[in-house]
């Protein structure tokens, strides 16, 4: 994936993953990765596929756009 903010990604996979209420593990028990992936997400290291970034989207509640900054809510 290229074309978007990686820490700007990372900012908002964090901040609405803390909004949800969840810890890093319990997310990645929900979505079904590591919890070293999910840290290098929420710091804007690594992109994460497709199909895990829809799964981060479901399991937040909230849209793919918004987390990757194309929808201000």
């Known amino acids: 994936m ?3 903010d990686k820490k700007a990604f990372g900012s908002r996979l964090k901040d609405c ?4 209420g969840l810890n890093q ?4 028990k929900l979505i079904g990765i ?8 929420e710091k804007g290291r690594f ?8 799964r ?5 509640g ?4 918004y987390l990757l900054g194309r929808d201000d809510g």
């Open 47 to 54: 992109t994460p596929s497709v199909e895990v970034l829809i």
């Open 17 to 20: 993953r803390k909004k949800s």
């Open 2 to 4: 290229t074309g978007f």
């Open 34 to 41: 590591s919890q070293p992936n999910l840290s290098a997400y």
């Open 62 to 65: 909230v849209s793919v756009d």
């Open 25 to 28: 593990t319990r997310l990645c």
């Open 56 to 60: 981060i989207s479901d399991a937040l």
